[in-house]
Structures are given as structure tokens and as C-alpha cells.
């Protein structure tokens, strides 16, 4: 299926026993156009080359610009259940995760969007320079982003942390929005002492286990607007200086407001507080 295409290497030969007299330049020059047009030309078999499938959700509208900005296109595909996958974004735990590592930390660009990780992408101490985009991602064991600095804006929207998502003390910039809308934390989602410096957006975010936002800082509007908490809720000292949307969100177990700060506007208009949920807003 991936073998050269007979009509294509009938080309190349003809082209090159053609006698010249022409210069050696002028015969590069030739030569590479050549090969450009050859590299166009459409496949005999009909069938097409196989392109990443990026994953089943994938946008149609996102697709061409994942292809040639997200995939690893220096790497050949993997069919895997009859679709044909990089090396990126193949969904399973079967690659070679240092070859991963080494390849994800030395992106220039942040622009992981539909990634499948397979191992820890270990960005404790990171620092984001360009805005990390990791809308879909697929964390598929723990997640860490342990003091990681985002430079630039956060997307994690639609993200699936499949274990543990560590992001204490981390550091979202002044400039551009986190955002973690539609997030799932299948694990515990730690954004102890986090400081959110712009808007924070975790609407429809769904917290399976616990999340620990304890003494996280807001200094701008943080929403978590229908937001699901199915486990314990910890925002006890966290400080909220813009406003901080909790409406139809649903706390199912403990939640903790101990201490928290909110300097303006807090909307928990229709909050569901579920029967066996506990709350605290001791001061
Ligand atoms: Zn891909």
C-alpha cells in the first residue's frame, strides 16, 4: 500500500537518462520542479494516501490545519482499528514513549490539540512561551504541570485527563484566557495555589474524583458555569478579586469555601448541592 507508485518511478527514470547539454544548475532546478510535479501527481490505484485520522471527533473544519500543524509528519502512520493514525495521535499506550517525550518537549509550538499521550508528558517547571493548546488532548496516565508557567494561554478545553491532572502552583498569564471548558478529570484534578492572572473558564468541566482549587488565586472572572464536582470540592482560601460564576453547577460530595475571598460578584444561582453534599463556608 505505501510502495512507490509504478507510474511515478517510470517518470523519474525517463527523466533522468534524458540527455542535456544544459548546466549542472539549470538541470537541479529542472529536476526539482519535476519532482514537485511528480509528488503531485494523483496515485493509479485509486486509492489515496493515507492521511492521520486525528481522532473520531475531530471538526471537519480542523482538520487540514491539524494535519499540517499538529501531526508528527515526520513519522509514518499506524493503522490501529482500521484507521490510519501519526505517531501523535495514534490512541493507544503502544509507542515508544521516550522517542514521544523527547519529540513533544521539542516543539516550538505549543499546538497539541487532539494528542494521545501515552505516558506522562512530565511539564513540571515548564514554561509556555506560545499559547498551549491542548483542546482534546487525550491524557491517558497522570498529567503533570506542576509549576508550569502558560505565557501565552491555556486550552484544555474538551481535554480528557484519564488519571491524575497536576497543576498546583501553576501559573496562567495575564494576557489570554485559561480555559478548561468540557475538561473531564477522570482522576484528582490539583490546581492547589494555582494563579489564574486572566479569565478562567472550567464551564462544563466534569470532576469525577476530587478538585483541589485550596488557596488558588482568581485575580480576574473565573466561571465554572454547569460544572459537574462528583467528588469532594476544595476552594477553602482561595482568593476570587473578579467575579466567580458557580450557576447550575453540581457539587455531589464535600465543598469547601473555608476562608475563600470573594472580593466581587459570587453567583451560585441555581447550584445544585446534592443531598449527600456537605458545605463549608466557615470564616
Ligand atoms: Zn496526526
Redesign the pocket.
Known sequence: MFGRNPIKMFIVKLFHITPSSRSDDEMKEKNARMNTEIENLPISNGAEKPQ???HDKVKDSEVED??EN????DES?TEFEGEY??????PTKDKDTGKFEQIIKARLKADFR??WFPSDPDLKDHKFFANADFRSATFSVVASFTRATFLAGAKFDEAIFLADADFSFATFSATATASFTSAIFSGHASFNGAIFLDATKFNEAIFSVDANFYSATFPADASFKSAIFSGDAKFDEAIFSGDAYFPLVTFSAKVDFSFATFSNVAYFSSTIFEEKSQILFIR
Do not use: G
Open positions: 492521520c485520522h486525528i491539524i494535519r499538529v501531526c508528527a509528519n502512520l493514525y501519526c505517531f501523535f495521535h495514534l487532539y494528542i
